[in-house]
């Protein structure tokens, strides 16, 4: 029987974003970059950026590279939707905090 997670729409969300660099032609980085500006053009949820900023660092992007993003698409998508994101990265970077609690506490 599989082990349960405390978290698996989380779980699949990744499982999801792994799948996704694993079919794309871009290499991984660009990929992540790709998708971090979407989120941002598309007002995404704080979740997720919490799954793609993780799988974004497992391959390099940082958070200089975070802020060039924002601050590249800036002029297209408009302040208001910069300024909205990073907010939800930092509710997403709460998220990562309270999950890495939970699992520390079994």
Same mark, same amino acid.
């Given at each position: 029987?599989?082990?349960?997670?405390?978290?698996?729409?989380?779980?699949?969300?990744?499982?999801?974003?792994?799948?996704?660099?694993?079919?794309?032609?871009?290499?991984?980085?660009?990929?992540?970059?790709?998708?971090?500006?979407?989120?941002?053009?598309?007002?995404?949820?704080?979740?997720?950026?919490?799954?793609?900023?993780?799988?974004? /660092?497992?391959?390099?992007?940082?958070?200089?590279?975070?802020?060039?993003?924002? /601050?590249?698409?800036?002029?297209?998508?408009?302040?208001?939707?910069?300024?909205?994101?990073?907010?939800?990265?930092?509710?997403?970077?709460?998220?990562?905090?309270?999950?890495?609690?939970?699992?520390?506490?079994?």
């Amino acid at each position: 029987m599989p082990e349960s997670s405390d978290t698996p729409v989380l779980d699949l969300l990744a499982n999801m974003t792994q799948a996704s660099i694993a079919a794309s032609s871009l290499d991984s980085e660009t990929l992540m970059v790709a998708r971090l500006a979407a989120l941002v053009a598309v007002d995404a949820p704080a979740v997720s950026y919490l799954v793609n900023l993780e799988a974004g /660092a497992d391959v390099g992007v940082d958070v200089e590279r975070v802020r060039g993003v924002l /601050a590249a698409i800036a002029p297209i998508v408009g302040t208001a939707r910069v300024a909205a994101a990073t907010g939800k990265i930092v509710e997403a970077l709460a998220i990562e905090l309270e999950t890495l609690e939970l699992e520390g506490g079994e």
